[in-house]
Nanobody, 126 residues
Framework: DVQLQASGGGLVQAGGSLRLSCAAS????????VGWFRQAPGKEREGVSC????????DYSESLKGRVTTSINNAETTAYLQIDNLKPEDTAVYYC???????????????????WGQGTQVTVSS
């Protein structure tokens, strides 16, 4: 059974940092593009970052660029999202997703992904 398990969310003060994890079970991330997304209440799900299957090229949302870093461990079993200098507007449920494909264009579109984790809540207090 192919599953993703996101973890690492929590309550943090503005200016703090969090490292979210996304563990794959039933498969590995080898040959998968892995994306991170977030959804705030009343808003659409938006792309945060992604790592392409080919060459592990990364892409980041313009609004978060400079504050987020995404990576995958050498065993290709866990993906990470580091978020620094957190702001109250970063409050959202964060999801990881995987797609067995490479992307010619952006990998930040959630509609392109089939495998999703359950999400982890990040709440940033001012």
């Amino acid at each position: 059974d192919v599953q993703l398990q996101a973890s690492g969310g929590g309550l943090v003060q503005a200016g703090g940092s969090l490292r979210l994890s996304c563990a794959a079970s039933g498969f590995t991330f080898a040959e998968f593009t892995v994306g991170w997304f977030r959804q705030a209440p009343g808003k659409e799900r938006e792309g945060v970052s992604c790592i392409l299957a080919r060459g592990r090229t990364t892409d980041y949302s313009e609004s978060l660029k400079g504050r987020v870093t995404t990576s995958i461990n050498n065993a290709e079993t866990t993906a990470y999202l580091q978020i620094d200098n957190l702001k109250p507007e970063d409050t959202a449920v964060y999801y990881c997703a995987a797609e067995w494909a490479d992307f010619d264009g952006t990998c930040l579109d959630p509609a392109e992904y089939e495998v999703w984790g359950q999400g982890t809540q990040v709440t940033v207090s001012s």
